[in-house]
């Protein structure tokens, strides 16, 4: 993908974006719903504080293994493991490129009263940073001045082939020139990373199958996010139509065994639904990058279990984790006020964990834009005892969003590319 001029703001719209329906406990969570408890398990108290980011990495993720940042990579390895505090905006602001005169980490930045100020946040930063050269959406807003590209991301870094920028570039630009692409142009093979059994790959949000009309389509922003909008097969769920929940291929793996899946039912019919939206997009004519994202971002988390779900999952009972870490296979659903057996409790705390995270950025997404619909309101984390996970009522600021970093970036197309790989990193392995 080639860098262009800087991407011009765009026009702020009022009406929202088309809210996805669903049924399920997630997915009537995600339309704004208020969320029904699991029946067999008492659930904590829906106003504990949710952490804002969990088990964060850290936003040295954000620019590490980028050649053009590499003078910042040790400087921000301090930052990795850290709460993030939240950031939005009115309008995309572009941060310049890079140069020796600015300074070698990111700095967070908060609107109060009429200006903006500088603050810590735990980290060292530098006086001689410019503050953004725009007026904050409202009091208290938070935002992060580093420039996210998916080069940069560890999490699509191994992914991406040699002499491109990001995930899927042979494929986008076929898909520019109304050309339909291979398949293999579109999906990543899989990667082995620590802990795990054996490779993840690459889920799409907008699947492979329809890259032809997304082509014929017209949109770059919805070219952008095939490429951009991808979750790790190790880590990528799916809620059944009967509250039931299964995985993707890759999710849990044979036993013994360096090749096969079990347990992926639900996965077909996640899929449609994804394509329902992606083609709901080009029927409509919808370009604008932002509304892409919104609108793919509420399609994913209606196909997405949450912790409680996974928890009382019976289907899951018997799957590998390939994320299992040596926990082995899942047990079966424990009665109420009992621990899980660590292996469901692990993969239940991880796939909450990161739905929660995807819908913090997408929710930083959404206000710093001024239109689409937001997520579902925030629920807690799940504890050491398989409690928690409910709606959070009045959540805190923090709870609810994630600092949102600039895209230095220039056509609708590379702008969604990088929008939509930066809301679904939380759910990628990395």
């Given at each position: 993908?080639?860098?262009?001029?800087?991407?011009?703001?765009?026009?702020?719209?009022h009406?929202?974006a088309?809210?996805?329906q669903?049924?399920?406990?997630?997915?009537?969570?995600?339309?704004?719903?208020?969320?029904?408890?699991?029946?067999?398990r008492?659930?904590?108290?829906?106003?504990?504080r949710?952490?804002?980011?969990?088990?964060?990495?850290?936003?040295?993720?954000?620019?590490?293994?980028?050649?053009?940042?590499?003078a910042?990579?040790?400087?921000l390895?301090?930052f990795?493991?850290?709460?993030?505090?939240?950031?939005?905006?009115?309008t995309?602001?572009?941060?310049?490129p890079?140069s020796?005169?600015?300074?070698?980490?990111?700095?967070?930045?908060?609107?109060?009263?009429?200006?903006?100020?500088?603050?810590?946040?735990?980290q060292?930063?530098?006086?001689?940073?410019?503050?953004?050269?725009?007026k904050?959406?409202?009091?208290?807003?938070?935002?992060?001045?580093?420039?996210?590209?998916?080069?940069?991301?560890?999490?699509?870094?191994?992914?991406?082939?040699?002499?491109?920028?990001?995930?899927?570039?042979?494929?986008?630009?076929?898909?520019?020139?109304?050309?339909s692409?291979h398949?293999?142009?579109?999906?990543?093979s899989?990667?082995?990373?620590?802990?795990?059994?054996?490779?993840?790959?690459?889920?799409?949000?907008?699947?492979?199958?329809?890259?032809?009309?997304?082509?014929?389509?017209?949109?770059?922003?919805?070219?952008?996010?095939?490429?951009?909008?991808?979750?790790?097969?190790?880590?990528?769920?799916?809620?059944q139509?009967?509250?039931?929940?299964?995985?993707?291929?890759?999710w849990?793996?044979?036993?013994?065994?360096?090749?096969?899946?079990?347990?992926?039912?639900?996965?077909?019919?996640?899929?449609?639904?994804?394509?329902?939206?992606?083609?709901?997009?080009?029927?409509?004519?919808?370009?604008?990058?932002?509304?892409?994202?919104?609108r793919?971002?509420?399609?994913?988390?209606?196909?997405?279990?949450?912790?409680?779900?996974?928890?009382?999952a019976?289907?899951l009972?018997?799957?590998?984790?390939?994320?299992?870490?040596?926990?082995?296979s899942?047990?079966?659903v424990?009665?109420?006020g009992?621990?899980?057996?660590?292996a469901?409790l692990?993969?239940?705390?991880?796939?909450?964990?990161?739905?929660?995270?995807?819908?913090?950025?997408?929710?930083?997404?959404?206000?710093?834009?001024?239109?689409?619909?937001?997520p579902?309101?925030p629920?807690?984390?799940?504890?050491?005892?398989?409690?928690?996970?409910?709606?959070?009522?009045?959540?805190?600021?923090?709870?609810?969003i994630?600092?949102?970093?600039?895209?230095?970036?220039?056509?609708?197309?590379?702008?969604?590319?990088?929008?939509?790989?930066?809301?679904?990193?939380?759910?990628?392995?990395?």
């Amino acid at each position: 993908m080639k860098h262009h001029e800087k991407h011009p703001a765009p026009t702020p719209h009022h009406g929202p974006a088309a809210e996805p329906q669903g049924a399920s406990r997630a997915a009537a969570a995600d339309a704004g719903r208020s969320p029904q408890a699991p029946a067999q398990r008492q659930v904590a108290h829906a106003s504990e504080r949710d952490p804002a980011n969990g088990a964060d990495r850290g936003l040295a993720d954000l620019v590490r293994g980028s050649p053009r940042m590499a003078a910042q990579r040790m400087q921000l390895q301090q930052f990795a493991g850290q709460s993030a505090s939240p950031g939005m905006a009115t309008t995309p602001w572009r941060a310049p490129p890079l140069s020796g005169t600015m300074p070698v980490q990111g700095v967070f930045w908060q609107w109060r009263g009429n200006q903006w100020h500088m603050t810590p946040s735990g980290q060292s930063s530098s006086s001689t940073t410019a503050a953004p050269q725009r007026k904050g959406a409202y009091d208290g807003e938070w935002m992060d001045d580093r420039v996210y590209e998916q080069r940069a991301d560890p999490t699509l870094a191994p992914f991406i082939r040699q002499g491109e920028t990001f995930v899927g570039e042979k494929a986008y630009d076929k898909q520019q020139a109304n050309t339909s692409p291979h398949a293999t142009d579109v999906r990543a093979s899989a990667v082995q990373s620590p802990g795990m059994l054996y490779g993840s790959g690459l889920h799409e949000v907008v699947p492979t199958s329809i890259a032809g009309e997304v082509a014929g389509s017209g949109i770059p922003s919805l070219m952008g996010a095939q490429s951009g909008f991808r979750t790790s097969t190790s880590r990528q769920m799916f809620l059944q139509d009967d509250g039931d929940v299964g995985g993707h291929t890759g999710w849990a793996r044979k036993p013994n065994s360096s090749r096969g899946s079990t347990h992926t039912k639900g996965q077909a019919a996640a899929h449609d639904q994804l394509r329902d939206e992606a083609r709901g997009i080009m029927a409509d004519k919808e370009r604008r990058p932002d509304v892409v994202a919104n609108r793919l971002l509420l399609a994913h988390l209606k196909v997405t279990p949450h912790g409680q779900d996974i928890l009382e999952a019976e289907y899951l009972e018997g799957a590998l984790p390939n994320l299992h870490r040596g926990l082995g296979s899942i047990g079966p659903v424990t009665p109420s006020g009992a621990t899980p057996n660590p292996a469901r409790l692990a993969a239940a705390q991880e796939e909450h964990r990161g739905r929660e995270r995807v819908k913090r950025r997408g929710r930083a997404a959404k206000r710093r834009h001024q239109r689409g619909v937001s997520p579902s309101p925030p629920r807690s984390d799940i504890d050491g005892q398989g409690m928690g996970g409910a709606a959070v009522h009045n959540p805190t600021l923090e709870q609810q969003i994630e600092p949102m970093p600039e895209f230095d970036v220039g056509d609708d197309g590379n702008y969604a590319a990088n929008l939509t790989a930066w809301i679904s990193q939380p759910q990628r392995e990395g």
